[in-house]
Each structure stands twice: as structure tokens, then as C-alpha cells.
Antibody
């Protein structure tokens, strides 16, 4: 079955760029939508962005100016960059799959499966 | 943006209770709603999609209903493993989550 694993630095300095990668195993990244969600400590879930394997993207309007999502089908990976981070970007970051294409029809679906999550702290 | 509002924020209940959680959307999302269960330190787990469809492997004591702007998640007989936080999420326009309902032991 498909499994996802987040990787990246656990500590980022304020004003710098947070970079994370999600590696997909047990299946191909092609033909599906892939996304990032975050959860500040003790708080709720926030969708950040998603990307289709062809490269088309969608961003949370509240984060769009600072976020870039990309995909590397040759490595079966997709990535997230968040620019100009502050303490408010401290969170557990999850990657997940959300839908795909069947018979020429493509649609976003609920997040499933998820990675285990990785805590990123923003601090000097 | 579509805002999702869950109520109550916390629900105290006992094993065997029937519990109902509510999720409201700020505008119609048809049936494009999912419910997740999250336990401390774990990723959320998908329970319900398209408002009322049970994800494979999820116990039948979980059920979802609603359409438009009002949705409910019902647990027919609360089990010890069900004490957790539950989130709704709309996928009609962009994506957004409710703030969560924590189901705790009474």
C-alpha cells in the first residue's frame, strides 16, 4: 500500500525558508493529487497546498504569497517551500494524497493516506 | 473562502453513549465533506467521505449525514478507542478544516 514519509530540517531560523520533501513509496506519484497540511502545537489542521502529478497547483489563499509546492515524478517525491518563516509557522507538517484521475476524470478527494508528520520549529 | 465551524469544541461522554458532532459550512458545499479522527501524536485518519460514505475498514458505529451547509458525525455506541479529536473538512472549493471536536471521557 502507498506510504508517505516527510523529511527536512526540524529547526529553521526566522525569516529563512522552510523546505520539506515527501517521499511516496508503494505506488506511483503519477495520476494523483498530493498535498501538505500543518498543525501548530495544540491547535487544528490547516491545508497549505496541493499539486497534481503533472504539476498543476492549488494554494491556500492565506499562505499563497509565501508557499511553493513542486513535484519530481522521477524521484516519486513532492516538496514544499515556505518563505520568510516566523514563529507562527512552527507546526507538525503532514503530507498526504488527495484524489486522482479515473477514466479521464480527475477530482480532489479527502486526504488519505497521510505521512506520520514532521515537527518544524522556527526559532533563532 | 469557505469557513467550517464545528460544535461543540469539547464533548464529554461515557462508553456506550450515542454521540453526535456537528459541522457547519459558511456556504453550500453539496456533499463534499469528510470526517477525520485524530489521536495525540498521530496523523488524522479518514472516517467518512462525501458526507455519508464510510471509509473501508472503519467500524459501522460511525456514520455521517447532511448536505449543503449542515453535517453530522454520529458514533452510535462510543468505544474506548473512540476518545479522540474529530475534524471535518470540505473539498468543494479549495480545502478547509473545522477547528475540531475533542471527545473526552466523562
Amino acid at each position: 500500500q502507498v506510504q508517505l514519509q516527510e523529511s527536512g530540517p526540524g529547526l529553521v531560523k526566522p525569516s529563512e525558508t522552510l523546505s520539506l520533501t515527501c517521499t511516496v513509496s508503494g505506488g506511483s506519484i503519477s495520476g494523483y493529487y498530493w498535498g501538505w497540511i500543518r498543525q501548530p502545537p495544540g491547535k487544528g489542521l490547516e491545508w497549505i497546498a496541493y499539486i497534481y502529478s503533472s504539476g498543476s497547483t492549488s494554494y491556500n489563499p492565506s499562505l499563497k504569497s509565501r508557499v511553493t509546492i513542486s513535484v519530481d515524478t522521477s524521484k516519486n517525491q513532492f516538496s514544499l517551500k515556505v518563505n520568510s518563516v516566523t514563529a507562527a509557522d512552527t507546526a507538525v507538517y503532514y503530507c498526504a494524497r488527495l484524489g486522482g484521475c479515473t477514466g479521464g476524470s480527475c477530482s480532489v478527494a479527502p486526504f488519505d493516506p497521510w505521512g506520520q508528520g514532521t515537527l518544524v520549529s522556527v526559532s533563532s | 473562502d469557505i469557513q467550517m465551524t464545528q460544535s461543540p469544541s469539547t464533548l464529554s461522554a461515557s462508553v456506550g453513549d450515542r454521540v453526535t458532532l456537528t459541522c457547519r459550512a459558511s456556504q453550500s458545499i453539496s456533499s463534499w465533506l469528510a470526517w477525520y479522527q485524530q489521536k495525540p501524536g498521530k496523523a488524522p485518519k479518514l472516517l467518512i467521505y462525501k458526507a455519508s460514505s464510510l471509509e473501508s475498514g472503519v467500524p459501522s458505529r460511525f456514520s455521517g449525514s447532511g448536505s449543503g451547509t449542515e453535517f453530522t458525525l454520529t458514533i452510535s455506541s462510543l468505544q474506548p478507542d473512540d476518545f479522540a479529536t474529530y475534524y471535518c473538512q470540505q473539498y468543494n472549493s479549495y480545502l478547509s478544516f473545522g477547528q475540531g471536536t475533542k471527545v473526552e471521557i466523562k
